[in-house]
């Protein structure tokens, strides 16, 4: 997944917003998917905590059966 704060372009400005240095414009949201082209993983990690990109785990779907409380037997 590409995430803008997780891109070597996206710096944060004195905590008061984000700016695309490749684009050269004012980012709005940095924490939805974006689907850019010219996205670069950081080495640094997040812009704001300096944490590295972990993808979720996916889960397995649970199995479940519906209980009768009416036993047709």
Same mark, same amino acid.
Request: glycine share 2%.
């Given at each position: 997944?590409?995430? *803008?704060? $997780?891109c070597t #372009?996206? &710096?944060? &400005? =004195?905590? /008061?917003? $984000? $700016?695309?240095t490749y #684009? /050269?414009?004012? !980012?709005?949201?940095i /924490?939805?998917?974006?689907? *850019? @082209?010219e #996205? @670069?993983?950081? =080495? !640094?990690?997040?812009v704001d905590?300096?944490? %590295? $990109?972990?993808?979720? &785990?996916?889960?397995?779907?649970? @199995?479940? %059966? %519906? &209980?009768? !409380?009416?036993?047709?037997?």
């Amino acid at each position: 997944m590409k995430y *803008c704060r $997780y891109c070597t #372009f996206c &710096i944060d &400005i =004195e905590n /008061d917003c $984000y $700016y695309c240095t490749y #684009f /050269d414009k004012i !980012l709005k949201r940095i /924490d939805k998917v974006v689907s *850019c @082209v010219e #996205f @670069v993983m950081s =080495e !640094l990690g997040d812009v704001d905590t300096g944490k %590295q $990109y972990k993808p979720r &785990i996916k889960r397995k779907n649970m @199995v479940t %059966q %519906q &209980i009768s !409380l009416f036993d047709t037997k």
